[in-house]
């Protein structure tokens, strides 16, 4: 299978800041020869999910990717760290710091952060504060990373008040996708990473989204072709929308469909596993159309479309089928306080007229707010 290379642009001049997204399979073999005009004899700091490393490689793709970044640059050290949503915090970030710091980078140095949309996060983040901000890497190891967290810019780690809520903009040099990696995945996580490719199509491209809800049996048996498909195609409407509002004045702030309710989720979780992103994102999303059809922007068929689609997909969909986790109404309430779309402490919410066309809710109306989650919790 021919590998596909696109460029995401940050201006709407393509010679201005942007970088390519290579998307293929098989890949990671030749990743030195691929990013050579990145790496060429830099000194090179790779931060790697620490299931990945030499003695015990589910994919056996990590050392050939590493012996082949050796043949480009003779400096590469390896830092590992645990993947998992409880390694993105502030602890870990000076961990990690430290660790780099030791090796004597220079501002030429490159981070290469692979892994899943954890280590990108993290590792991004390291790199736009070491030195005041050194270039990075992205190698997405989890579906999840491939068509969303890897391409963009934003970096960050979680803190106990909330999630993302410490971290910068700071964009990669280039993204290396291999879909081959994919193949250890579980298939929780494969399915979580599913979640934020339906949110595309939601959010402005109904055509995708018929595709996919024809398609996803298909996706979800790992069919090659199809999976880079929906890899190129989600990174290019993600890649649409950066292009336009970098550092999410409105229209950035669609990509976050379902993320209001999912962050207080996964917050009441504490990021311990019991519920991961892509299934709070997928109870997000539901609960977002619901809304919207409540408040009377979007029909109960368009709305039932979207709730079918995440229940084929074996995603939660609602929030009682969360078992293990307690909260009220007003826990939920407080949580939305802290999110990052809120203005001059109204409350905004990214709600749907229909599917493919999202819209940014601002001041959004607390006592409905409080009448929905009474129905939902
Ligand atoms: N920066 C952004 O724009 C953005 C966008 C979306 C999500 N995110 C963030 O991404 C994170 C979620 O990313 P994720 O779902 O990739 O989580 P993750 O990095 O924790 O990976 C999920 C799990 O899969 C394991 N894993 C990784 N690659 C694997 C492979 N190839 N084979 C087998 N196991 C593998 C990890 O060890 C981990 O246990 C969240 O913190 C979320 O906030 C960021
Ligand atoms: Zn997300």
Redesign the pocket.
């Known amino acids: 299978m021919k590998s596909k290379i696109f460029n995401v642009s940050l201006t709407r001049d393509i010679t201005k800041l942007s970088y390519p997204i290579i998307v293929g399979d098989d890949l990671l073999r030749q990743g030195g020869e691929i990013l050579k005009e990145f790496i060429y004899k830099k000194k090179i700091i790779v931060i790697h999910?620490?299931?990945f490393s030499f003695n015990n490689d589910?994919?056996n793709l990590f050392e050939r990717f590493i012996q082949s970044i050796k043949k480009i640059t003779s400096s590469v050290k390896l830092i590992d760290i645990?993947?998992?949503?409880q390694?993105?915090n502030i602890e870990q970030l000076n961990k990690i710091i430290e660790k780099v710091l030791a090796y004597k980078i220079d501002r030429q140095s490159v981070i290469i952060a692979f892994?899943?949309?954890?280590?990108?996060?993290i590792a991004?983040f390291a790199a736009s504060i070491l030195l005041r901000g050194i270039n990075f890497i992205q190698v997405?190891?989890?579906l999840?990373?491939q068509v969303?967290?890897s391409?963009?810019g934003?970096?960050?780690i979680?803190t106990k008040i909330g999630?993302?809520l410490i971290g910068s903009f700071h964009q990669p040099l280039a993204v290396l996708a291999d879909i081959n990696?994919?193949k250890?995945?579980?298939e929780r996580?494969f399915r979580?990473?599913f979640a934020?490719v339906i949110k595309y199509g939601l959010i402005k491209d109904f055509t995708f989204f018929n595709w996919l809800a024809q398609e996803h049996k298909n996706i979800l048996n790992h069919d090659k072709e199809k999976l880079q498909t929906i890899i190129t195609k989600s990174c290019q409407i993600k890649a649409e929308i950066i292009k336009n509002d970098e550092k999410e004045g409105a229209e950035r702030a669609l990509l976050n469909l379902g993320h209001t309710f999912a962050h207080a989720i996964e917050s009441f979780g504490n990021y311990d596993g019991r519920i991961?992103?892509?299934e709070a994102v997928s109870i997000g999303i539901c609960l977002a159309f619901k809304l919207s059809n409540k408040l009377s922007f979007c029909s109960r068929t368009d709305t039932e479309k979207v709730i079918n689609i995440f229940q084929k997909s074996k995603l939660p969909t609602s929030l009682r089928e969360i078992k293990n986790l307690s909260f009220s109404v007003s826990e939920m309430m407080e949580k939305f306080k802290y999110d990052k779309k809120n203005r001059q402490n109204k409350l905004t919410f990214i709600l749907n007229k229909k599917i493919g066309e999202s819209f940014v809710k601002y001041n959004m109306d607390v006592d409905v707010l409080v009448e929905f989650l009474n129905e939902e919790i």
């Open positions: 999910d620490s299931i589910p994919s645990p993947g998992g949503d390694t993105k892994g899943g949309g954890v280590v990108g996060d991004g997405p190891s989890t999840l990373s969303d967290s391409v963009g934003k970096t960050g979680n999630k993302n990696i994919l250890t995945l579980s996580e979580a990473g934020e991961i992103h892509g």
